[in-house]
């Protein structure tokens, strides 16, 4: 006898078809745009941050520049863009007070010299003030300030100069 194997029945397999991939094409590119705008709007907070930051180093440097200072009787100083010459002199003399001096512009453009004068007690109280002034000075002229008085000067012991603009 012989044995017979069972004969499995012929079944035609068919490959299965899958369904297409769904391409996101617009969702990608909807993501590409998003990634490329917020590099974009990164990259502008960092030169607006950039230049408000150099712009607020300048004005320091400017304020630093003219900001408030002890300065003594005929020696030179720079406020600015203007240096005051050594020998300047103050006098009180019969009620009578005067600042003399000469103004020179150390910038390379037109300028103009407007200096503020504390006179000061030891205790910082304010006895007088002067306001000097020249007219319009090309870089490196000099010219003799024009210093006005106001105030009840009386013995001062400090004095102070700034820059005004």
Avoid at 99 to 120: E, I, Q
Avoid at 139 to 145: N, W, Y
């Amino acid at each position: 006898m012989s044995q017979q194997v069972p004969q499995q029945p012929h079944v035609q397999y068919q490959p299965q078809m899958q369904p297409p991939k769904k391409k996101h094409t617009a969702r990608n590119v909807f993501i590409v745009i998003g990634v490329l705008f917020l590099l974009g709007v990164g990259g502008c907070f960092a030169i607006v941050g950039s230049v408000g930051n150099s712009v607020s180093k300048s004005i320091d440097e400017d304020a630093s520049k003219n900001a408030p200072r002890p300065v003594t009787v005929g020696t030179a100083f720079t406020l600015g863009k203007h240096e005051t010459l050594a020998g300047w002199t103050v006098k009180n003399e019969s009620g009578m007070f005067t600042v003399t001096g000469k103004v020179k512009n150390t910038s390379k453009a037109t300028s103009s010299a407007f200096l503020h004068l504390k006179f000061l007690t030891a205790t910082g109280e304010v006895l007088g003030n002067v306001g000097c002034n020249s007219a319009d000075l090309e870089p490196g002229q000099t010219q003799v300030l024009n210093c006005i008085p106001d105030g009840k000067f009386g013995k001062y012991t400090k004095i102070t100069a700034e820059a005004t603009f």
